[in-house]
């Protein structure tokens, strides 16, 4: 399938005309510009005050105000419309003070486009054996040196104002997506009341959205409840939490599904820590619209290379001799100038190699949205999908979970 050529999000006039409502500035504009016609996927343009995104998005991360081995300048050739930063990290080092002072993470980093930052609410599950849980907030004891802090939803909100990123995440209580009983209805809970303190901290609202997350996690009950309570506050878009953290496949997409099915139509769907490129292309047909996953570079600095049919282990032997570039068909610098061979040279073991192989991966993911984006503007997503699940099983012995989810909406890769 032909993929559209790869466009900037810059906001043109009209846009920026668009961000201002009853005389306030409006910290986000989102337009469905696609829907398709059998699945739940569709299209939009997120109007934000530091560029336009183009939706469904993938988001790379950069947890400290860098993405590991790539500069903000080859970002944005890469066509990265947004990116993500992480509040705890960059709230214990650099810290609130010295980002404020430097007018804001996109002074700091030299990144022109538009930043999300999440709230530090995963640290919980991540750092968990240096974190303790109240009703004030998480008691962390610092990974760096020791020292104890507390991150209260006021604490998150305040160090999101200094970072400046165009979207910030509610604090909210995470607790790992397999556990069950009365402590995943507490955490749901609570996660609705730190939104309302996150919303009351808030001092940017002009310029800076905050982003409800909705919780619950397995529990088709408590997410329902969740987002009831979240969609009862006045926002401008959704998060979906509390999920790729062990569960099961099953439950996952149930939970997606389940969750787009009940969040307004009209606001964005941020779905929190997924970026494996088969889940993104399930979970879009399930209506999600924006996804983040350190997995491209983390994969990449393990020697592994993104393609269409899965991943490249550029460790192995095979290698050795190969002259030809990662992907044949792929456009980014890396394929375009290096081979297999010389990469299996120096995969982990030169610093240059991270670069190289973070440079096609970022480019990866980039080009599997624009597909996404282009197939459902022209109506041709559920082809797109057939074609792209043929190619990652040649054999179509999909998992269950894949045929399950699709499925349900309308796609049968199986008479």
């Not at 469904?56 to 790539?70: A, C, H, N, R």
């Not at 609202?205 to 006045?234: A, H, W, Y």
Request: with cysteine; proline share 5%.
């Amino acid at each position: 399938m032909a993929a559209a050529k790869l466009t900037s999000g810059s906001i043109s006039p009209n846009a920026l005309k668009a961000t201002m409502l009853d005389g306030k500035q409006k910290p986000l504009m989102f337009e469905i510009i696609s829907e398709c016609r059998t699945t739940k996927a569709r299209t939009g343009k997120m109007t934000l005050v530091h560029h336009q995104v183009d939706t469904p998005v993938f988001m790379p991360v950069g947890t400290q105000g860098t993405l590991k081995g790539l500069l903000p300048q080859q970002l944005e050739k890469l066509n990265c419309q947004i990116i993500l930063g992480n509040t705890y990290h960059l709230g214990t080092r650099p810290g609130a003070e010295i980002l404020r002072k430097a007018g804001g993470l996109h002074k700091f980093m030299n990144w022109k486009r538009a930043l999300l930052t999440d709230s530090g609410g995963f640290q919980m599950v991540s750092l968990l054996h240096l974190a303790e849980i109240t009703e004030e907030g998480v008691q962390f004891k610092s990974p760096y040196d020791g020292s104890e802090c507390m991150l209260t939803p006021e604490h998150s909100i305040e160090i999101q104002n200094a970072i400046g990123a165009d979207i910030v995440m509610q604090l909210d209580d995470v607790v790992k997506s397999t556990l069950t009983g009365p402590r995943v209805e507490e955490a749901m809970q609570r996660t609705t009341r730190w939104l309302d303190r996150c919303l009351a901290a808030h001092k940017r609202p002009n310029e800076q959205s905050i982003f409800p997350i909705v919780q619950g996690g397995l529990n088709d009950e408590l997410r329902m409840t969740s987002v009831k309570l979240q969609s009862q506050r006045e926002v401008n878009g959704f998060a979906v939490g509390g999920l790729s953290g062990g569960e099961s496949k099953d439950d996952f997409w149930r939970m997606v599904h389940l969750s787009t099915n009940v969040l307004p139509k009209n606001k964005p769907r941020y779905l929190m820590g997924v970026g494996f490129a088969v889940d993104l292309v399930v979970c879009c047909a399930l209506g999600i619209d924006m996804y983040d996953c350190v997995f491209p570079t983390r994969t990449a600095r393990f020697g592994c290379a993104l393609v269409r049919t899965g991943q490249l282990n550029l460790r192995q032997k095979i290698y050795q001799h190969d002259q030809k570039p990662i992907d044949e068909s792929c456009e980014c610098t890396t394929c375009k100038t290096y081979t297999r061979s010389y990469l299996h040279h120096i995969v982990t073991v030169e610093t240059v190699a991270c670069h190289l192989l973070s440079v096609h991966n970022i480019y990866f993911q980039m080009k599997l949205m624009n597909d996404i984006r282009t197939s459902i503007n022209t109506q041709t997503f559920p082809e797109f999908v057939k074609e792209y699940m043929l190619n990652l099983y040649p054999d179509e012995n999909y998992p269950t979970w894949i045929l399950n989810a699709l499925n349900e909406v309308n796609i049968h890769l199986k008479p």
